[in-house]
């Protein structure tokens, strides 16, 4: 009975990992605030950024029009500029499913109001210091806590005659810090349902068990062409008291990110490597860890027509995951699984936008993690399990995009599944098809 409670909780903890972090899916408004700039200035579609939008970031948010208070430097004290206003934002969020196949005990359409209520603190704090702090409204829960948290310094330096932008950020999630709209925190899609089945296996650098619940400590610099990014992390649980040992990382964990980039007037190109490697406690006071390897390539591709008005953008990313398990009873010492990601927008006027996406996961079979059974025989989880002890899933998305104003979005997402966790047809033993959690998704996005 322990093997089996243990298990479950993994399977749970897995497919948490599926429900990726996605506080970024934003454009914050205190942005166009403080610079005095549109949305499209920073962005095609949002969130996705542009080459002006990266440089804005890199530079810590602190690009500002507004009115200064200015207090100049003196023996005795030191100096001050701070913007006249606050910059502060607020997001709503609405959203509307509908499942292929309702799953039990669920409504089927569903409806989330407000999916997201958030308030954004957003902008230059000080002389090269900027924030984006988020403190959101989770309907599931029904509680507020804090979302999203990058604290930036930076500045430059001129390094064998090549301006370098260098800084230090402290953040609340892995890869939150990137530029690109390539990895997890950013990574498309960017908004889904929060009812919607999804499969059980995804990468822990993209899970609920780090992202929002960890500190991140690290420094970035830009040097021409060449990005890099060291950061550590340290658990951080938010609804747990300070330094309590279960669901958390012993010790540190490091996050490496390498990429090389340019940019023209037309075109924009990247191409990166990323990694995390966490030991993390899954329950209780035990030393005891399972070990997560998580290294990932990823690119992206974006294309300005002449005159502005057509923009293509492509984005790519493959995670490899290795998991050691020192803690989680499962049939397998150790497991590996791989994340594929790939989709292209077109976008037209910065108005109307498609994105076709594919995705998939293929990992090791492992009966006890996946379906609760050391031999993969008997009752399954209905709807997340897997009747073969197979995380496989596979599936495509297509999206359109309507913005009658630069900070109001209406999307319409529908995705498809040709399997799901280890089979296309009964996958969880209980008669459920992969096709049955195929997501019709309207979401409607107000920023101000």
Known sequence: MRGMHRSTLALALVAVGMAAFTPGAYAVPSFSRQTGLACAACHTIYPALTPFGRLFKLNGYTMTGLAQVVAKETQQAPGMSLNRDMPVSAIVQAGLTSLSRAVP??????A?????????????????????????????????????VDVRYANHANWSGTDTIFGVTFNNAPTLEDVWNSTPAYGYPFVTSASAPSPAAGPFIASMNVAANVLGVGGYTKRGDWYGDVSFYRSAPQGQPVGTLDMSIRGTAPYLRFA??????????EFGVFGLRADYRPMGSSPMTDRYTDLGVDGQYQYFAPGGVNILELRGSYIREKTDWGATITSNPADTARFLSVNGSW????????????????????CLLYNGNLDCVGAVSAVSGSRTGSPNSRGYIIE??????????LATQYILYSRFNGAASNYDGNGRNATDNNTLYFNLMLSF
């Not at 090389?260 to 190109?269: A, E, F, G, K, Y």
């Open 105 to 110: 005990g669920q409504q089927n359409p569903s």
């Open 112 to 148: 989330a109001f407000p999916q997201t209520l958030a308030l954004f603190l957003a902008g230059e704090a000080t002389p090269h210091v900027g924030t984006v702090i988020e403190l959101g409204y989770d309907q599931d829960s029904g509680k507020v806590a804090v979302d999203m």
């Open 260 to 269: 090389w980039s340019r940019d023209t007037t037309t075109h924009s190109v």
């Open 347 to 366: 976008i037209y006027a910065r108005r109307y936008g498609v994105t076709l996406g594919y995705f998939q996961t293929v990992g090791t079979t492992d």
């Open 400 to 409: 359109f995009d309507y913005l009658p104003w630069q900070n109001l979005k």
